[in-house]
């Protein structure tokens, strides 16, 4: 059962003084009068909500963020976008206003997206404070005042990573906002964790709420990154705290429980809860989703539909389908040999038994039944893998259908056992965070510090449960490959690809389709070093007397 239901049923209404949209940092409720009638729960479920949802009034029509359009306001959308199509993992041929300069790596400090996400981190940050100043210890208040801490510093993780120096605001009317460096986000991030990792329950109240171990993997994720976000590696405490999430309550969901899909498709199904839920789920931070309760454009719904469209790789989860993303060549040379893709033809069910691994849930040839098909040479894909710098077009590479929406019990016929909830949005909740995350960084910690045998353990656990029998050497070429194929579409690859120099920099030396523009198979562009972070929106440089990246 999914208990945060009916928090996130009123939090579509409930902002309390918080309903309007976003334009600068000053963000104030713009009745005050309706702050003296704070209604704790409703603000506290609100605060979740902001991860999941847009607005107040269900997918669209009242949007949190201005300026932007609402579906893609989304924080699950927004994160995934700049963190994914600008990578070595997925083409995107829309042109939607910003995103051209994103997929090539070409933006600037107005670039819509840019902004939508800056604004986005710091409406949630606002309604974060206003909880945290209004709500009270009572009864469950402790535990809910700790909860919203960590969304806050979540919040603000996402700040530190992509923006770099921001400004910093504890309270909702802080008169002018201090622009705090790089390390010291960095630094009251690491307090502020440490302190909740005391505070924050053992075990999590809901499926849907966060415990101690959700710190732990944050605390372990700014370690393994801390060289570049101070310039100094902290390879030991990204060792300690990722091996305190493995020995902790939530595990590797190793076993299928339908048979049917392998335990690691479960992880992206429709009633996907099942396995990242509960005391021992994998999930340490799940994003609600539901094709009824929590109808949003940018949640699961975009990373459902926007690798389909509504005729091929076709999907009983949504009638949507937006043809948006698919493979980069790049991406499909981690699983195979880019030579040998003309001779494979195989569907989504197909292709891991033919790759060796339940992680490369990706296709070669369209779709032309629901919910399986078999090969058709008259229209298959695989050809069109090569010869490369077809970027503009959806048919040309294999789609990326790791996020099914599909139940667990459902075959891989076309008769359905399970319907979803809704016809248009997926009921797919999304593992912001898991536990497969600790065991790819305590691996790459250990081989930072010269363990490579420990390093190989935790290496092993994830491929055991892909059922990867191929032997494997040790590598930062091999690490950074497998980040990618283990936590492809799940909107983290920036952050591995600038952490190995391999993004934008004078050590930059990887090229992949569309990198800086480039749509041909050779060539290297140089990119300047300020793209490894982005911009703070021109509007906040004048309105908030910001200094601006270096660079932009």
Same mark, same amino acid.
């Given at each position: 059962?999914?208990?945060?239901?009916?928090?996130?049923?009123?939090?579509?209404?409930?902002?309390?003084?918080?309903?309007?949209?976003?334009?600068?940092?000053?963000?104030?409720?713009?009745?005050?009068?309706?702050?003296?009638?704070?209604?704790?729960?409703?603000?506290?479920?609100?605060?979740?909500?902001?991860?999941?949802?847009?607005?107040?009034?269900?997918?669209?029509?009242?949007? &949190?963020?201005?300026d932007?359009?609402?579906?893609?306001?989304?924080?699950?959308?927004?994160v995934?976008?700049?963190?994914?199509?600008?990578?070595d993992?997925?083409?995107?041929?829309?042109?939607d206003?910003?995103?051209?300069e994103?997929?090539?790596?070409?933006?600037?400090?107005?670039?819509?997206?840019?902004?939508?996400?800056?604004?986005?981190?710091?409406?949630?940050i606002?309604?974060?404070?206003?909880?945290?100043?209004?709500?009270?210890? &009572?009864?469950?208040?402790?535990?809910?005042?700790?909860?919203?801490?960590?969304?806050?510093?979540?919040?603000?993780?996402?700040?530190?990573?992509?923006?770099?120096?921001?400004?910093?605001?504890?309270?909702?009317n802080?008169q002018?906002?201090?622009?705090?460096?790089?390390?010291?986000?960095?630094?009251?991030?690491e307090?502020?964790?440490?302190?909740?990792?005391?505070?924050?329950?053992?075990?999590?109240?809901?499926?849907?709420?966060?415990?101690? #171990?959700?710190?732990?993997?944050?605390l372990?994720?700014?370690?393994?990154?801390?060289?570049?976000?101070?310039?100094?590696?902290?390879?030991?405490?990204?060792?300690? #705290?990722?091996?305190?999430?493995?020995?902790?309550?939530?595990?590797?969901?190793?076993?299928?429980?339908?048979?049917v899909?392998?335990?690691?498709?479960?992880?992206?199904m429709?009633?996907?809860?099942?396995?990242?839920?509960?005391?021992?789920?994998?999930?340490?931070?799940?994003?609600?989703?539901?094709?009824?309760?929590?109808?949003?454009?940018?949640?699961?719904?975009?990373?459902?539909?926007?690798?389909?469209?509504?005729?091929?790789?076709?999907?009983?989860?949504?009638?949507?389908?937006?043809?948006?993303?698919?493979?980069?060549?790049?991406?499909?040379?981690?699983?195979? &040999?880019?030579?040998?893709?003309?001779?494979?033809?195989?569907?989504?069910?197909?292709?891991?038994?033919?790759?060796?691994?339940?992680?490369?849930?990706?296709?070669?040839?369209?779709?032309?039944?629901?919910?399986?098909?078999?090969?058709?040479?008259?229209?298959?894909?695989?050809?069109?893998?090569?010869?490369?710098?077809?970027?503009?077009?959806? #048919?040309?590479?294999?789609?990326?259908?790791?996020?099914?929406?599909?139940?667990?019990?459902?075959?891989?016929?076309?008769?359905?056992?399970?319907?979803?909830?809704?016809?248009?949005?997926?009921?797919?909740?999304?593992?912001?965070?898991?536990?497969?995350?600790?065991?790819?960084?305590?691996?790459?910690?250990?081989?930072?510090?010269?363990?490579?045998?420990?390093?190989?353990?935790?290496?092993?656990a994830?491929?055991?449960?892909?059922?990867?029998?191929?032997?494997?050497?040790?590598?930062?070429?091999?690490?950074?490959?497998?980040?990618?194929?283990?936590f #492809?579409?799940?909107?983290?690859?920036?952050?591995?690809?600038?952490?190995?120099?391999?993004?934008?920099?004078?050590?930059?030396?990887?090229?992949?389709e569309?990198?800086?523009?480039?749509?041909?198979?050779?060539?290297?562009?140089?990119?300047?070093?300020?793209?490894?972070?982005?911009?703070?929106?021109?509007?906040?440089?004048?309105?908030?007397?910001?200094?601006?990246?270096?660079?932009?």
């Amino acid at each position: 059962m999914k208990t945060l239901e009916k928090y996130l049923i009123c939090a579509v209404v409930a902002m309390f003084g918080l309903t309007a949209c976003v334009h600068n940092l000053d963000v104030v409720p713009h009745d005050e009068n309706k702050i003296m009638d704070f209604d704790q729960n409703a603000v506290f479920s609100k605060c979740y909500a902001t991860l999941a949802l847009t607005g107040q009034q269900g997918p669209a029509g009242s949007g &949190d963020v201005d300026d932007i359009d609402e579906g893609t306001s989304a924080f699950i959308r927004m994160v995934w976008e700049l963190q994914e199509f600008p990578t070595d993992e997925c083409w995107v041929g829309w042109n939607d206003p910003g995103l051209p300069e994103i997929r090539t790596i070409k933006w600037n400090s107005l670039n819509q997206l840019v902004q939508g996400l800056y604004y986005r981190f710091y409406f949630n940050i606002t309604l974060c404070n206003h909880f945290l100043e209004n709500a009270s210890a &009572d009864g469950d208040g402790a535990t809910q005042i700790a909860e919203i801490r960590f969304l806050r510093a979540l919040n603000y993780y996402y700040l530190l990573d992509m923006f770099g120096n921001v400004p910093f605001a504890d309270k909702v009317n802080a008169q002018k906002k201090p622009q705090y460096t790089r390390v010291q986000v960095y630094t009251w991030l690491e307090e502020e964790l440490k302190d909740l990792e005391n505070v924050l329950p053992e075990n999590r109240l809901s499926d849907f709420r966060v415990d101690k #171990y959700a710190a732990k993997m944050l605390l372990a994720r700014m370690y393994l990154n801390a060289e570049v976000y101070t310039g100094t590696p902290q390879w030991e405490k990204a060792r300690d #705290y990722s091996k305190q999430v493995i020995d902790g309550p939530h595990k590797l969901h190793t076993t299928s429980l339908g048979g049917v899909y392998s335990a690691y498709q479960e992880m992206f199904m429709g009633d996907n809860f099942r396995v990242v839920g509960g005391a021992s789920g994998e999930g340490l931070l799940n994003i609600y989703q539901d094709g009824i309760h929590a109808q949003c454009w940018g949640g699961s719904t975009f990373l459902v539909a926007a690798a389909r469209d509504k005729n091929v790789y076709v999907n009983p989860a949504t009638s949507e389908g937006w043809a948006g993303y698919r493979c980069s060549p790049e991406f499909i040379a981690k699983w195979v &040999d880019l030579d040998k893709t003309p001779a494979i033809l195989k569907n989504e069910f197909e292709m891991p038994a033919m790759l060796g691994d339940d992680r490369a849930i990706i296709c070669s040839v369209l779709n032309t039944g629901a919910p399986v098909v078999h090969a058709d040479t008259a229209i298959h894909t695989a050809d069109s893998i090569r010869p490369r710098g077809n970027m503009g077009d959806f #048919y040309n590479s294999w789609s990326l259908l790791k996020w099914t929406g599909r139940y667990i019990e459902n075959p891989l016929g076309e008769e359905i056992t399970v319907q979803p909830h809704g016809p248009q949005f997926p009921d797919t909740d999304v593992p912001f965070m898991r536990v497969g995350e600790a065991y790819m960084t305590y691996a790459e910690a250990q081989f930072r510090l010269g363990n490579n045998s420990e390093a190989e353990i935790a290496i092993k656990a994830l491929r055991d449960r892909a059922h990867n029998t191929a032997a494997f050497t040790l590598s930062e070429q091999f690490l950074l490959d497998e980040w990618c194929r283990e936590f #492809y579409a799940e909107g983290r690859r920036r952050i591995d690809l600038v952490r190995f120099g391999k993004f934008a920099g004078p050590t930059a030396d990887y090229h992949w389709e569309g990198r800086g523009g480039n749509a041909s198979a050779d060539g290297l562009i140089a990119l300047d070093k300020k793209f490894n972070v982005y911009p703070i929106p021109e509007s906040d440089i004048v309105a908030g007397g910001l200094t601006q990246t270096e660079g932009y």
